[in-house]
């Protein structure tokens, strides 16, 4: 059995900030890569920022110079800074976490249930 779970979004004005964090647990082997998508109302999810277990790094143009994400392989953990906050940056995000399993052959998507982050005045 593995868990993701998110937390940390909430209400921000415009150009504020928040830090969202996401933590796997459970069976684990291995996770190769965590990231965080996004998914706003009518639109699909898109992948905001995403991390490997080597420290590669790799975001959406959108959110480059304003979002920062981290990993902590010990704890199994993702974290996104969010910073100069815009309306368009509202939408329900996703943590997402690619993991070997102890006792399953290959790797497998793990989702957590999503946190709502909302910009407005």
């Known amino acids: 059995q593995v868990q993701v779970v998110e937390s940390g979004g909430g209400l921000v004005q415009p150009g504020g900030s928040l830090r969202l964090s996401c933590a796997a647990s459970?069976?684990?082997?291995?996770?190769?890569?965590m990231g965080w998508y996004r998914q706003a109302p009518g639109k699909q999810r898109e992948l905001v920022a995403n991390?490997?277990?080597?420290?590669?790094?790799n975001y959406a143009d959108s959110v480059k110079g304003r979002f920062t994400i981290s990993r902590n392989n010990t704890k199994n953990t993702v974290y996104l800074q969010m910073n100069s906050l815009k309306p368009d940056d509202t939408a329900v995000y996703y943590c997402?976490?690619?993991?070997?399993?102890?006792?399953?052959?290959?790797?497998?998507?793990?989702w957590g249930q999503g946190t709502q982050v909302t910009i407005s005045s």
């Open positions: 459970g069976s684990i082997f291995r996770i190769s890569a």
């Open positions: 997402n976490a690619r993991i070997n399993r102890y006792g399953f052959p290959g790797q497998r998507d793990f």
């Open positions: 991390v490997t277990s080597g420290g590669t790094t």
